[in-house]
């Protein structure tokens, strides 16, 4: 846990320097090498200069390092494990596949089939997210709740709790879908 409490303009203030470090990170990283007189010689990069799969990652992190903010602001304590953790505020499945689709959609034209494939695909994320393991981590509480109700020499009663959180309420997604897209519309320039 945290000993120093974070004001709202602090928190905003490291979110802008965040955000401005990875534009400027993808930035260099999209930078095509300079060519060399040696063809044989391989590129300098050692990252992909591929901007949908950039774009996807970004928002798939930016999605995990907001998931601290959220749980501040819902439950008033740090919980540095959220960065790392499925489920919850905003939906990084959601920002990552909405951010790939639209970074393909912006590069290549809705027309093409790779932006078809990737729509798709959101889709099926998204609708999975919201679905299925919403309604897994339900259950799962339940089955905690029951499992906690055993008398401790039932042998199910030192069985470690199943995880709770692994999906999100449709607005979760939709918050995700959300800066999915902000962020492919900001990194379609970093070409």
Not at 29 to 57: Q, V
Not at 103 to 122: E, R, Y
Not at 131 to 139: E, F, S, Y
Request: with cysteine; aromatic share 6%; hydrophobic share 45%.
């Amino acid at each position: 846990m945290m000993d120093e409490v974070m004001t709202t303009a602090d928190a905003a203030t490291l979110g802008r320097a965040a955000l401005s470090m990875a534009q400027t990170a993808s930035s260099a990283l999209l930078t095509p090498p300079k060519p060399s007189s040696d063809s044989s010689s391989p590129p300098s990069s050692l990252l992909p200069s591929n901007l949908p799969l950039i774009t996807a990652f970004l928002a798939f992190a930016l999605a995990q390092f907001l998931k601290l903010f959220t749980t501040w602001f819902k439950e008033k304590r740090w919980d540095s494990k959220r960065m790392v953790d499925s489920g919850g505020m905003p939906s990084s499945h959601s920002a990552t596949v909405t951010a790939l689709a639209m970074a393909i959609g912006l590069q290549d034209g809705t027309g093409s089939p790779a932006f078809a494939i990737a729509v798709i695909l959101a889709c099926i994320v998204m609708y999975d997210a919201s679905g299925i393991r919403l309604h897994a981590g339900r259950q799962a509480e339940l089955l905690n709740q029951i499992v906690c109700e055993f008398p401790p020499e039932h042998p199910l009663s030192s069985v470690r709790p199943l995880r709770e959180l692994l999906g999100h309420t449709p607005f979760q997604v939709v918050v995700g879908g959300i800066l999915g897209c902000i962020v492919a519309y900001v990194m379609r320039n970093t070409k």
